[in-house]
Every structure is written in C-alpha cells, then in structure tokens.
C-alpha cells in the first residue's frame, strides 16, 4: 500500500527519515517483521516493543511507529513519533485492511459466561441457514470449520483486522466474535464496526484485573457504547434483561435494543421448561408468535444462551424466528460444555467448562431436575490467576453432594496451595483433595455408584494442561472415557 494514502488519518507528532513509497505488511511482533512492513512499538503489560525495535528493523522493517523519538539509521529508515502507538495501530491496521468490518455483519458477544456457547450458537444458526460465517474466540479462528488456534478470546488489534480481511476476502459475510473484557480495555477491539453486540451475564471473575466488579461491568460496557451514534446505520444491542447491568447497557447505546429473559418480560422469552438428561424443551415467546424449541443442550444456562443467539440472529434482520427455532433441534451440544459422555453405564458424565463461580452454581443446579442419586463434582482452578474466586468456586461448587477438588493449569504455583485456598470455601465435609487432575476423575468415577451424575468441570475440550509454562497433554473426557472402561468392562 502507498505509505502517504496509509498514515494519511494519523495524527503525526514527529516524523524523521525518508518514508519509503511502499508498504506491503504491518506488525507489533518484531519476530514476524520483514522487508519493506512498518513496525509499531506497542507498551504491554510484560513486554515493551519500544525495545524491540532494532530487531524489527534488522528483519526488513523501513518505518517505525512508537511513542517516543529512537536512535536508528535514517537515511534507511523512517521514525514516525506518535502520541499512542495502540491507537495508531488500530489506525493503520484498519486503513491497510480495507476497513473490512464496514462491509460484513459482525456480531460480538460479551459477558463473564456462555460466550463460547452464544457465539457457536450464532454460528450454526446462521449456517443451517445458508450463511457463510467465520468465527474468533476461546478455541481460535474458525473458517468455514477450519480452525486455527489462537492465544486470546479476543486477539489484538492488528490480528483481528487481518482476520476480518481474510474472511472478508473468502466472501463470508457474517463474523462472529467473542469480546473479553481483556480484550475491550485493551483496545483490541478499535476499528471494528459492529452491527450486533450481544451481552450474556456478568458475574465474578478477573477481579485480579479488574478489581471490583463495578469496574468490570464498565469494562464490558464499552462493547455497546462502540456501536457508535452514526444512525443511519442499523445497529442493535441483544441484552439479557434478568441482568442488573441491563439498563446501564441500554443507556450505553442509540441503537434498537432487543431483549430476552427468562424472569423479567422481554422480546424473546422462555417458558414452561422441561430440562432432561440428555435434552431442553421450551416454549419462546417471541415478536413473531410462540414457538416450541427442543434443544440438546442442556440446562437453564444454556436456555439463555440459545435466547441470546436466536435474539442475536433475528436482529439482523433476514431470518424469521420460526427458521431459527425450527433450527435449534439440529445444532449439537457444544464440546466441552456440560456435554455428556456417550456411554452405556449406570452413571452420567459430563464434561463442563465452568471455571468461574456462577458457572459452577449453574451447572450444578442444570442437572437436579433429573438427579436421582448422588451429585459428584470435580472442581479445578489454575495457578498464577484470580486467587479470590477460589474459596467462592469451592462455595458454589457445595452444592454437589460430593466433591472433589483439583487443580487446572497450577503453572508455577504449588498445587496443594490452590486446593488449601479453595477449600476454606467448602460447606460440608463430603470432599476430598486431589492436586493430580487425572487421578482426581478417576477417583470420581471409581467411587461413583449406579445412578450418580459426575461433573468434570473447568477444562472443557481443553486437550492440555499447564504445568509451569509447559503445556502437557491431557484430556478430561479421554480419562473419563477409559476409567469408565475399565469401571465397568466395556469396550468402544
Ligand atoms: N449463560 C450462562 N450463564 C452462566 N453460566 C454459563 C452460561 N453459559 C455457559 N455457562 C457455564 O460457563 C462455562 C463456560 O461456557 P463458555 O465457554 O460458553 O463461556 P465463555 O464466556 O466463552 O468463557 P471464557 O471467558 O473462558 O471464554 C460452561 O461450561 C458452563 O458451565
Ligand atoms: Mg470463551
């Protein structure tokens, strides 16, 4: 791209050197620069680009964005001073990219939980209907079901831009995004041009970051106060409106807000459920009529979420809400997310991502209407994270009848410190503690009885686990699967 037509709508402190005519890639990584791309210094949390400058340059970069003036050769290179090199990022990287969320419909989804879900959902409601969708979140990229992994729910601002654009190319016109409040104080997000936000539930976690939850609900606002004020676009905030932070959240957008809950009137409402082991009925009362949704999905939880992602899809306006509920009885249980282990045995086994202390309670509680003996629970938390939540996940996670705590992802603190912190949260005594994780399921399963139902919570579809900074592998329902073999002399 023509570097003048490029830094044309940044705001320039200092400029020095002679700017090449051409740029043909950006980075913030100096690792991945090369000839002839424009390297912005970016300050993280742990690393600061400013000192990596030198080695972008080494490997071909000819213009350097940062924050302050560098020593380098200029009469090879151009130094461009700006006030926050974050911001220009998001400039340029929009501007080299085409702008590509202008010409898409992109959807985000914000919230503590179901966001993986809610976006999954959108996913195969928009694909059942003959919709081309690319999708970014906790489990990476996802291109017409091809994934590609990545490190964050929410990449940073020049990955993203890259990814709407590569999407956008491949003639997918739907994006759907998950947004972490991460992701959103960050500025991850600038430049992107949302037409539906949509806003799960808000419920303790990352305090460590954030510090108080009113601090994290003001994080999370910003989703719907990026929608913008242009109207004469038609945008629209999806909100769950049992939530206290629903009307902070309307009042954060112009935009047309559509509702759905379970308990307060909405747009889209859910009721006389029936929740059953292996799946959800319910009647939605919706704009359109009332329609009868069977789902395999199971639990209150997950009720909401499919609220949300049929709310979410009808408010872009080309599908009715009869196709999208006739819809959710093909979409499959999303992996890793109470989704139940497919084997004969006298037992249930659910695999669970919970990992926050409202999903705990929420998963525990989606299995009592079709509990018949005991509740077990395997409860596990990561090391070098969010100490304050632990004692409160071990609270919620009471509510089993018995329970067994372990670790996920200890990193480098000693795991028998997380069990000692979350137990001082248990209500009873009918737990034990198990800093090995795989020895922790398979004790699940081998003091298990006919009748139990066994959750196996926080890693989900996770295939490893965290040691130090080493990823080992490792898979809940794998080690599920084999010791109900053995338990109980059955092949696959
Ligand atoms: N709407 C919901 N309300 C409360 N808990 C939920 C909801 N949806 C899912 N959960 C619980 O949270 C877990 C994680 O769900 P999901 O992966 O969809 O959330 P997420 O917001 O993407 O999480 P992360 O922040 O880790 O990406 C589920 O396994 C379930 O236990
Ligand atoms: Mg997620």
Redesign the pocket.
Known sequence: MNTYELIASLKIKEIYGKLPEKIESIHHDSRQSEPNSLFACLRGFTVDGHDYYLEAIKNGASIIVAEEKLEMDLNENALIVVKDSQKALAILSSKFYGYPSQHMTVFGVT???????VTTLIKNLLQKNNCEVALS??NGFDFDNEISPSNN?TCDVLTNQKMLHKAYKQGIENMIM?V?SHGLIQGRLWGIDFDIVTF??LTQDHLDFHNTMDQYGNTKSLLFSQLGNDLSQQKVAVLNKDESWYEAYNSMTPFEVISYALYSEADFKAVDITYYEDETHFTLLSPEGKYFIQTKLLGE??V??ILAAIASVYANGDHSVADLARTVKDIEQVNG??QKLEVEVPISVYI?????P??IE??ISSVFPFKQNRVIFVAGTGGDRDALKRPIMAEKASAADYVILTVNDPRFEDPSSILYDMEKGMRHDNYEMIPDRKEAIMQAIDISEPGDIIIIAGK?QEDYQIIEDKKYPHNDMEIALEKCMAKFHFKV
């Open positions: 919230g503590t939980n179901g966001k993986t879900t979140g906790t729910t998950e972490s799960t539930n939880f997950n909401y979420n997310r109470m669970d991502y919970a990992h926050t409202d999903a929420k998963s989900g």
